[in-house]
């Protein structure tokens, strides 16, 4: 089993900045995408960041020249930092890992962070 462990939300103004981080532990051969999704109150989630294993990005529009997002092959982790927030940032956000558990499985298993609130003020 996988456990995707996020921590780094909380309460800011408009303008500020957070840094989120997600650690994947378990059963890991290899960790592939991963990727950070959010959901506002009333709305579907939505993608907001990934990152594959090689380092290619990909950002949501919204978020573009704001959120960096990174990871640490080694300690099979990603961050997000958040720069420039505004008010419609509002969200839970979740991490997610798509996660090959050992050397030539046939299958890649995706799995979530339980989510952390990033609540910014105006």
């Known amino acids: 089993q996988v456990q995707l462990a996020e921590s780094g939300g909380g309460l800011v103004q408009a303008g500020g900045s957070l840094r989120l981080s997600c650690a994947a532990s378990g059963r890991i051969y290899r960790v592939n995408v991963m990727g950070w999704y959010r959901q506002a109150p009333g709305k579907q989630r939505e993608l907001v960041a990934s990152?594959?294993?090689?380092?290619?990005?990909n950002y949501a529009d919204s978020v573009k020249g704001r959120f960096t997002i990174s990871r640490d092959n080694a300690k099979n982790t990603v961050y997000l930092q958040m720069n420039s927030l505004k008010p419609e940032d509002t969200a839970v956000y979740y991490c997610?890992?798509?996660?090959?558990?050992?050397?030539?499985?046939?299958?890649?298993?995706?799995?979530w962070g339980q989510g952390t609130r990033v609540t910014v003020s105006s």
């Open positions: 990152i594959i294993n090689g380092g290619n990005t």
């Open positions: 997610n890992a798509e996660i090959f558990p050992y050397s030539g499985s046939p299958n890649l298993y995706k799995y």
